[in-house]
């Protein structure tokens, strides 16, 4: 085992630790919880090895940095996630490899994502970011619609061609009611879940809770954590 590897094995072990003592603590099944190794800024050889670890879900937030990735890994059995903000003239990469796009808070990302899931001949999980920093009708700090917004996205992509909806995403606010209060950013996040499964009982996906905070993540009920630093280590700064 390469020192490089036996570096991921030690962490994911530490990691997975985390996870199932949170979900013992949560009375939980821990088979209710899917990691995301979050894989930004890190070589395609670390995602090689995330695979031959087990890893099954992976994550990115550039498309300039995840499209050569995936490419190099397309013959791992692995389910790529977008979690970053989106734009627009990216989308057609995106569906190219994204499995999940985790961050879709408006009407016209919808709209692009649909037209090229369908020239791609493809199905394009979708979350919508939620952001809990924002007032009822506002978007937030880092993107996401606003809890009041939920409703009437959620039909719009329910009802686009190449889209499924699948739940719900959020990042932990660094302002607002929630600053500071993880767990119950997340609870919160799960009340609006239950909400939206009224009238889309499919979209059960919620992701939720990083590297610091998974474990408040679990307990509200997360089913997908996102994990990048706990695992791969200290981010190098981007130049």
């Not at 530490?14 to 088979?31: M, N, Q, S, T």
């Not at 809890?147 to 009802?159: H, K, N, S, T, Y």
Request: charged share 25%.
């Amino acid at each position: 085992m390469t020192d490089r590897k036996h570096e991921l094995a030690g962490n994911l072990a530490k990691v997975e630790e985390r996870i199932a003592a949170a979900c013992a603590a949560a009375g939980r099944d821990r088979d209710e919880v899917t990691l995301i190794v979050v894989t930004k800024t890190y070589p395609a050889e670390d995602v090689r090895i995330l695979s031959e670890l087990g890893v099954r879900h992976v994550a990115e937030n550039r498309d300039q940095d995840a499209a050569p990735k995936a490419a190099a890994c397309a013959d791992l059995p692995l389910s790529w996630h977008f979690v970053g903000q989106l734009q627009t003239n990216k989308v057609r990469s995106v569906v190219g490899y994204a499995d999940v796009v985790q961050s879709v808070d408006r009407a016209k990302l919808v709209t692009v994502l649909s037209r090229e899931a369908v020239r791609a001949g493809r199905e394009v999980g979708v979350l919508l970011q939620v952001a809990l920093d924002a007032g009822e009708s506002e978007r937030g700090e880092r993107g996401g619609v606003a809890p009041g917004g939920i409703e009437e996205l959620a039909d719009l992509v329910a009802g686009s061609e190449g889209l499924r909806l699948d739940g719900l995403m959020t990042v932990a606010p660094l302002t607002g009611e929630y600053a500071g209060r993880q767990q119950a950013a997340f609870e919160h996040l799960m009340d609006l879940s239950t909400h939206l499964r009224r009238t889309h009982p499919a979209a059960n996906m919620v992701s939720a809770g990083m590297s610091a905070d998974l474990e408040q993540a679990v307990a509200a009920g997360a089913t997908h954590v996102r994990v990048g630093t706990a695992v791969l280590g200290v981010r190098p700064r981007l130049g």
